[in-house]
Every structure is written in structure tokens, then in C-alpha cells.
């Protein structure tokens, strides 16, 4: 007898995913420890090794772990919370927000387990990863008995993790640095996109990643419309302009790249970049389709992942694999692109290099770990079977086999999955506490949804503004007697400044919730040109008056934050029943007259056609009488133009809280 191993799998058609793809049925694999030692024909092996335990395949597919090369595990928790959204609205407005009010260690830990009950049971022996409080998914992950690189998040907001990016940056250096050589986890850095970290976070990144040896996670290029604002803003697509941040420096793991050009993908050949192809994700968010063929061709290491299972909504790599070989062929109309082998590869070996891994995993060779699955095609939906192509193992797998046909699952030459019965986690009770974290959730989701102002604030990045003005809102007939007026020795003029103003007031059906307002000033120099955009949301308490023919124009402010996202955003996150748009030119000044100081608008209204309007506000933050300050605004207004209607000062008087000065 020859050397002794721990296992010796017979009677299997194995699929080795090698360089040659070679195929052995009936063929054998012997492992030693976490190790594989040999692969070949049975009739080779079962002389060569003396097995402590011999098991039998009785003909089933014998092949490596599937890989999935992108995903966030603690998001299983997320699953079905909010679908049939655009991206930003989806991300910002309800993955987010949640995330901050319920990721915890404890979210994460149960997320992960969760997760990889699923992944083993379908086959998945290692995973790329991307999330808060990466150190419990480690952890779970390395209970769970699964292979996985683990990236910790880093983004320029605060996270449920850090409150900077500082701190997270030090949060993933004591990570990797404590988990680096572990036999299941790769601990790795996430910027998490280009769009949702600075410059300074890329590089830091980068230079972290480099130091560890370690990968660097990031998600590149998924939509157009990441695209059109990086080359809006930098004048350059996104490949290069993250290369120029250095990140190429590092092992890359780039998720997505779905809009690049052929330059860009020479580029992530270069800098030898693996790729997660992520198809259900990109079809589900609409995101597009990866140009895989061409990145394939190039020479890269394209993955596949599931991407998170909030936006899938499952971890299942048997429906990501069939995708992924549709999908080419129907973009391109020809079916010979991506065949199952390739499409199968992708899964395996390519993922592991994708993962750099690929000296680890990704296929049944002689000194990579024992990673590997059974699978059952001996079923209904897969019968019957042909061998006289070794293509046809492929397309059996890839096109017919499900899943659930992953009867047993092998990790570092440890069972995690024996008989589809999972060796290191209770099923019943991963079951359980997700559906106790999916009532919280839906409550403090149904607490939210009830007012427009508890939205606003669960977009983050709001701020209640404390300012009160006394406000006073004329209709005039002619600017130039104002401006005229405004010459007058006794004022004197602090600021002045010209904008365009664009307003949209969200309406909403119960009056109580008030109004939104999403005003975008262009700033407007001498020469008539933009000198700068900025735009901001209001949130406005209901009308006190509704004396002008647009009752919109008088309102107490209640809420106020930069609008960092698109009106269509605001409008896909708050849904108004109504829409009111008014585009105005203003001019303003901020005035002293008699040791008060003012502020003085001259709207000219566009749209609608409502003429011209002066309005007055007084910088008084703080009022006690509101009628001392109507006489003295009363004043200003009959000091600065005779043609006013002097009645209308008392009528027109509005406090004003929250309206942010300057
Ligand atoms: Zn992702």
C-alpha cells in the first residue's frame, strides 16, 4: 500500500476546472488533511493510496467549491426589505437608513450565519465580501466553516461601524492585521466606490492593502449614471480616474464594471484586477449589461457573484452561472459566446484568481485546499445524461442542474454540508432570529413611512436650523423703484447678489405633512454667467396664508438639508401626489438701516407668470414681539418705494423659522 491520506473520493465524474479542464469518470481525489493530493482516474489513485475513510461518489459530479465573487452576507438580514427601486433610492434611501439603525456585531454575526447556511447548501465553499463589522463576518464565517475574503467598508460618511473614515480606516488595519494568515479568511480594505469616498480614502486604501498584502474590495463602473458624473467631474471615466488614486497598486477586486470602454479594460488587465461579474444584480437594479465576453478575451479574471441578497434577492450561484451564459449570448445574438465550460470556470477557478486565491482554490489540483462539492444529476430535471462530449458535464451543470443537486460540501478537507444537512449551523434557529430582526425592521420602516419630516431626517446629512426671521412678501410693479430706493444714503448695502432660482414644492396629500421644497440657486456673476449651483430641501410647515394667487409663496420652513441627491431622487423617495415648479430671478441684498439689517429680495417670477414680488426679511434671531418688528420692517418697505400698498404690511406680516440666511 501507498501513502496514506485522509480521504479517497471514488466512483466520481470528476470536473478538475484546471488550465486543460480535464475530466476523470470514473476518477478519484485523495486528501490529506486540508489538502488535495492527487486527482486522476480511479483505476490510477485507488492503488496509490491507503485512505483512512473511502467515499464513495456512486457517480456523482465531483468538482470545486463554487466561488462567489462578490457579495455582503450581513444583508441576507436585508432580503426582500425593498425592491422595484432605482439604485440611489434603494442604497440612500432605504438601505442605508436602516442600516444605520439596526447594524450591529450581533445584525452582522446572524446575517453572516445566515448566509452561509445558504452558500454551502448551494455549493459555494468560498465568497468575497464587502461590509460593516467585517470582523464578525469573519468570524461567523470561519465557524461556519467556509472560505471567504473579508473586506471591511470604508466610506466618506458615517457607518453603523465608525463615525469617520478614520476611524474605519483603523478599524480594517487591526482587522487585517489580526486575521491575516488565518487558514479560511483573507482579511482585505473596501472603499466602497469611487462616489462614496474621497480621493484621499482611495489612496489610503490602496497604501493599507499594499502594506497587509491583502486585496482591496471596491465596486467600479456599475451604472451610466456613476459614469456621467465622473466624467462630468473629472473629466475622465472611472478605471482611470481610480488608477490615478493608485489603487492599482494594490490586488484589485473590482465588482461590476459594467460601463467600461476598451481602454479601460486594458487597464484592469494590467494591473491583473479580478473582476465580479454580478448579473441578477445588475438586472435587477438595471444597471446594464458587463461587456464579459470582451473582458474574458482580454484576459481577465472575471468572477461571478451574487452581489448582496437585499438587491438579488438569493445567494444562489447555480442561477447566477446560467445568467451569466444568457446573458452573453443574448446581447451578443450569438450562442456560441461564453459556453457552459467558460461560464462554469468563471465560477471557479477565474473567481478564485479573481479573489487572488487562485494558488488556493478554484479547482481540484495537487497542493490546493480541499475545496470541493458533490452534485446529484441523477435527477428528474436533469435526465437524461450524455458523456459522449466532455461539454456535456458542463451544460448539465450550468443549464439544467439546480442548486438543491448539492448533496455534500467539503472545506479545507472539513464537511460543512454532508446529505444536504449542514454540519456547523442550526438551520432552525438562523430562521428564527432573522424573522425577529424583519419585525423590528418593518416597524421602524412603518414608524418612518408615516411623515415626510421623519424621512428627511432618515436620509442622514439633515439639520434642523434654529434661525427665525420675520418675513414680509410684497407684490410691486416695478423692480427699478426698488433698486432705485436702495440708493438711499440712510441704507447701507453689506451683500448683494443675483440668482436664478428653481423650486419644485412636493404636495402631499394629508396638508399637515407640510411641503417640500427642492430649490437649486445658480449664482449669476456681472456677465450673466453661472458661477456656482447649490441646492438645498426645505421642508415647509403648512400655509399660513393664502392670500397670493400661488398659495406656495408663504411658509414657515421647518427643515433644512443640502440636497446631495436629483430631484428625481427626492421624488422617488417621498412620492408627492402633486408637483409645483417655480423658476425666479432674484436679486438680493443684505442692508443696515438704523442698526437693523435686512434682507431684501426682488423676485421676478417666470414660471408661473406672477410679475414681480419684494420680500423683506429681518435678521433677528431672536424676537420677542412680533409686533415691534412689524413696524419696523413696515418702515424699510414705505422708506424704499412710494408705490407700495401700505395696507398690506400688517396682512403680509409671516414668522419665518428655519429659513437658512445668506
Ligand atoms: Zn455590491
Redesign the pocket.
Known sequence: MGQTVDFLFINAHVLTMDEQLQQFNPGAVAIKGDSIISVGSQSDLVGKYHAKETFDCRGKILMPGLINA?T?VPMTLLRGLADDLRLDVWLLGYMMPVEREFVSPDFVKLGTSLACAELSLSGVTCFAD?YYFEEEVAKATAQAGLRAVCSQTVLKFPTPDAKSYEDSLAYARDFISRWKGHPLIEPSVAPHAPYTCTNEILQATSLLAQEFDVPLHT?LSETALEVENMRRETGMPVIPFVKKQGIFEAKVLA?HCVHIDPGEIRTLVHANAGISHNPS?NLKLGSGFAPVSKMLEAGLNVGIGT??PASNNDMDMFEEIRLSAFLAKGISGDPTVLPASTALTMATRLGAKALHLGSVTGSLEPGKRADLILINLDMIHNSPRFDREPENAYASIVYAAKSTDVTDVMVNGKWIVQNRVLANLNKDDLVYGASQYSKKIDYFLIQREQSVFSKLIALGGSSEAESFEIQIKVKINNISEIVNALKNPQIDILISKHYHQHDAYFIFPDQTQGRLRYREDEAIDNKGQITSVRSRLTLLGPARENNFENDVLLSRSRYLAPATNSLRFYREYFKPSTEIFIDKDRLRWLVRYKNTEFYINLDSFEKPDLGYFLEIKSRTWSFTDATNKATLTGELILLLGGSLDKTITQDYLEVVQGEEPG
Open positions: 462578490h455582503h464587502m465596486h465588482a444584480s452581489d448582496g
